[in-house]
């Protein structure tokens, strides 16, 4: 039986949530066929955002990371707030594969002043 190719290989994306320390098992991830990680959780060990773009950034795209949700979130000025959100743009857009935003769900107790400055710093990049 005859079966096209293209139905073997759809123009569909592969997206997978799993939080935590993931960089062990990022190529398995890679070859597999995953396209998309969420979230990227920064402040997991062996998450360093820069080693884990450099290392797999040209194969797997990653989704969020745009700041630390239980840190610098919560606890962070809202000019920290800003220069994490800008050093991350810089850092995981480059060369593309990169979707902003938090690493973990924003909590109804963070002050409307720090969401802004997530949303305008973002926009302005």
């Known amino acids: 039986m005859y079966v096209p190719r293209r139905w073997l290989e759809p123009d569909a994306k592969v997206f997978i949530h799993c939080d ?10 890679i070859e597999i066929g995953i396209d998309v990680l969420n979230p990227l959780q920064t402040s997991a060990k062996g998450m360093d955002p ?6 797999y950034g040209k194969d797997i795209c990653f989704w969020g990371g745009g ?3 239980q840190t ?16 991350r743009i810089d850092l995981l857009g480059r060369d593309g594969g990169y979707v902003f935003a938090t690493i973990h769900n924003i909590q109804a107790d963070i002050a409307l002043e720090k969401v802004l400055a997530i949303f305008e710093t973002a926009k302005g990049s």
């Open 50 to 55: 820069g080693k884990i773009k450099r290392e």
């Open 72 to 87: 610098t979130l919560p606890f962070g000025t809202v000019d920290e707030i800003k220069a994490e959100v800008q050093e």
């Open 67 to 69: 700041v630390e949700t």
């Open 20 to 29: 935590g320390a993931m960089e062990q098992i990022l190529p398995d991830f």
